[in-house]
């Protein structure tokens, strides 16, 4: 099989982020074959695009191929597997280094009940940063999720992130520590309707950095509707 994505956001920060105010494009395709009942290979082509409405940051162009492989390990445990690489030119902006390296994730899920599912995941992924053009993110999550019947979930997760900067040759020594972030969170849902779920969530933030007045701790909680056709 063969699909297609395409993916556009536009960010418009305030106060001292204005410098990565940016409009970006993602188009990519995917193929996918199965080669067993059990085992899927898969390949996955990316285009992407992020245009900054000031100069202070290099607009970027990246190319990135990944080949992967999932499927059952055992009746109760799935994995899968996606590695490949990625090319970035920047131009303009403050003289970064542009990205050409390794990208990837895995992902390990367990399902020891038909209602109980586990979810261990690493990925390396390329974001945009508030001081240069892009920032190396390595991100590791754990999930848990418990179904209570056919109408009410909940779902646990907490995850590591850190950060490494793009390399910029005169700029603050600070600018070039890694940072990290940690976050825990819960949500829950019910299955009001066939045609309607009501959601509560809850998410802790944490961000530690050698960057002033960045470090920050934040906690959010909101209710949401999703509406069915």
């Known amino acids: 099989s063969i699909g297609a994505e395409y993916r556009f956001k536009w960010y418009d920060f305030e106060g001292a982020f204005n410098d990565i105010d940016n409009t970006s494009h993602d188009a990519g395709v995917e193929a996918k074959m199965e080669i067993s009942p059990k085992i899927e290979l898969m390949a996955t082509y990316t285009f992407g695009l992020v245009d900054y409405r000031r100069n202070v940051l290099?607009?970027?162009?990246?190319?990135?191929?990944?080949?992967?492989?999932?499927?059952?390990?055992?009746?109760?445990?799935?994995?899968?597997?996606?590695?490949?690489?990625?090319?970035?030119?920047?131009?303009?902006?403050?003289?970064?280094?542009?990205?050409?390296?390794?990208?990837?994730?895995?992902?390990?899920?367990?399902?020891?009940?038909?209602?109980?599912?586990?979810?261990?995941?690493?990925?390396?992924?390329?974001?945009?940063?508030?001081?240069?053009?892009?920032?190396?993110?390595?991100?590791v999550e754990a999930r848990i999720s418990q179904h209570f019947g056919p109408k009410f979930s909940v779902e646990i997760y907490g995850n590591l992130e850190i950060t490494d900067p793009a390399d910029r040759p005169g700029a603050?020594?600070?600018?070039?520590?890694?940072?990290?972030?940690?976050?825990?969170?819960?949500?829950?849902?019910?299955?009001?309707?066939?045609?309607l779920a009501v959601g509560l969530w809850f998410e802790w933030q944490t961000r530690i950095t050698d960057i002033p007045d960045e470090d920050f701790t934040a906690v959010r909680a909101g209710l949401h509707l999703t509406f069915y056709l």
């Not at 895995?106 to 240069?132: C, G, H």
Request: charged share 20%; net charge neutral.
């Open 58 to 139: 290099g607009d970027n162009r990246s190319h990135a191929l990944t080949a992967g492989i999932g499927g059952l390990l055992t009746p109760r445990i799935r994995a899968m597997l996606k590695a490949g690489y990625m090319y970035q030119t920047i131009s303009g902006g403050g003289g970064d280094a542009a990205y050409k390296g390794f990208i990837g994730m895995l992902t390990v899920s367990w399902t020891p009940t038909e209602n109980l599912k586990t979810d261990l995941t690493y990925v390396r992924a390329i974001e945009i940063s508030q001081f240069r053009s892009y920032q190396v993110v390595d991100r």
């Open 172 to 195: 603050p020594s600070y600018q070039d520590e890694l940072f990290l972030r940690l976050s825990a969170g819960a949500h829950a849902e019910y299955r009001a309707q066939d045609w």
